[in-house]
């Protein structure tokens, strides 16, 4: 029985109010952000040869569609506004799931808005600059402004994302434009089929270590496609549309990131690739002179921008799933019936966010100090949920699963195995970006830690009156 004096959760409920385009919108959203302009250059640097290199991107989406395929399974099984936090709790239990919801909130998701929130400020910051401290105003401001939009409800903030993601994929679709100019004009150095086909080049002879780093760059640039899990219980249709929203979503975003590669090498060539700061800028440059600069500049702005706002709407959910089991939480569980959408969870996200960015400041990394604070949290988890698809399949074998993972257990243990690598990665290549002497990497770690002894404390008023709410279905 819960203190009466806790505040408790709405009786309000995600509805089904999303379509198969707004999903879509929300996942490709999330997953093209900031990466595609700035780990191209590191996948070259790493990789043998241009067709490697090719290759690796292929790869990328391969694996991100096996994990796709595990979550559609879960999603449409257990349909929650919760997500993995839904999964964790249901394949084991309560505690580990809080230990993910805290890690959603004060590491996973509030790092990635700060970490774009940094991106978005840098180069709107070349567009128009504000004088001192210039990024953090613009990151700041964007980080509030959209939260105010999702705040006004599910519909707006819907809205608002496919805006921001089809202004977000036609400028991937100028850089292969650019490309195609650089290829067919002779601006760039050669990258055409000649260099494609190299057995080698600017890498040097095939090395295993190196392709697996420039996998963990790869990975990292299609990180997010498993958000679409938390808004299940808001899909129209779910049972069918889930597995077309994943699969086409990643798809759409290989064949979006092959082509800019292909770009890229265009232009550059695999060796002006690996030597490149800003990819995408000097791409540009060379193809439509000093006026393309500023285009990318723009254009890396809207890829934060929609980024930001997709993840702010999936990640206030996990906080709401979180506020709906734990009674001392209760505030981030009122979900506001009319919205359509968990304001408190917003605002309490909005909030950690913007202090994330304070100590990315602190440490002088910005964007990279937040990449390797957040990584090694979240592959730990995402390993967890692909290891929950084989407790739930043992644990609960009659349970209804409108969609079932092919070649069980091969692509599910294909999938774990993936996770665990770039768990490994994320703590073993980390740089140098620190905060009172530990490496920010650790930091993350150290919270996640913390995690601990919040749910100690929280743990004492009991499990939330009104239950699992966000839970849809099963």
Not at 67 to 87: K, M, N, V
Not at 213 to 220: N, P, R, T
Not at 396 to 419: G, I, K, M, N, S
Request: charged share 10%.
């Amino acid at each position: 029985m819960s203190d009466p004096m806790t505040p408790q959760p709405s009786a309000g409920r995600p509805r089904p109010t999303l379509g198969a385009r707004e999903a879509v919108a929300i996942v490709v959203g999330i997953v093209i952000g900031a990466g595609i302009f700035k780990a191209p250059s590191l996948v070259a640097m790493n990789s043998p040869s241009a067709l490697w290199m090719m290759l690796a991107w292929a790869l990328g989406g391969l694996i991100s569609i096996i994990g796709a395929l595990c979550y559609c399974e879960l999603a449409t099984a257990y349909p929650s506004a919760g997500g993995d936090y839904h999964f964790l709790h249901r394949a084991f239990g309560r505690k580990l799931s809080f230990l993910f919801g805290w890690s959603r909130f004060a590491v996973i998701t509030t790092g990635s808005i700060a970490l774009l929130g940094f991106v978005f400020g840098d180069y709107m910051t070349q567009v128009l600059p504000l004088g001192p401290g210039s990024s953090a105003i613009w990151g700041v401001a964007a980080v509030l402004l959209l939260t105010v939009f999702n705040v006004l409800g599910v519909r707006q903030g819907a809205a608002i994302q496919v805006l921001l993601t089809g202004i977000e994929v036609a400028g991937l679709v100028l850089v292969f434009a650019a490309g195609v100019v650089a290829a067919t004009n002779g601006l760039g150095a050669s990258a055409s089929t000649g260099e494609l086909a190299a057995a080698s080049s600017a890498g040097g002879a095939f090395s295993l270590p190196a392709f697996g780093l420039a996998m963990v760059f790869v990975l990292l640039t299609f990180g997010g496609w498993n958000e679409a899990a938390y808004i299940s219980a808001e899909m129209r249709d779910r049972n069918r549309t889930m597995v077309p929203v994943m699969v086409g979503s990643i798809l759409l975003i290989t064949l979006l990131y092959l082509a800019a590669n292909w770009a890229y090498l265009a232009g550059l060539g695999l060796s002006g690739m690996s030597k490149s700061q800003a990819v995408a800028a000097d791409l540009l440059r060379i193809s439509f002179g000093k006026p393309g600069e500023m285009l990318i500049s723009l254009m890396v702005a809207v890829a934060a921008l929609t980024s930001i706002n997709a993840t702010m709407m999936v990640g206030a959910r996990s906080n709401f799933a979180v506020g709906q089991d734990w009674a001392a939480l209760g505030r981030l569980g009122v979900w506001v019936e009319d919205r359509g959408t968990p304001v408190n969870a917003l605002w309490a996200q909005c909030a950690f966010a913007i202090l994330l960015m304070g100590l990315g400041i602190a440490t002088g990394g910005g964007f990279a100090t937040m990449v390797e604070y957040t990584a090694p949290v979240f592959w730990l988890f995402f390993l967890l949920a692909g290891i929950s698809l084989f407790v739930l399949r043992i644990r609960e074998p009659d349970a209804p699963r409108p969609f079932r993972v092919p070649l069980y257990p091969v692509l599910p243990l294909a999938f774990c195995l993936a996770c665990a690598y770039m768990l490994w990665s994320s703590l073993s290549y980390v740089g140098g970006n620190t905060f009172l002497g530990v490496n920010a990497a650790w930091v993350g770690v150290a919270v996640l830690a913390a995690g601990t002894v919040l749910m100690a404390l929280v743990g004492r008023s009991g499990r939330a009156d009104g239950g699992r709410q966000a839970e849809g279905g099963t």
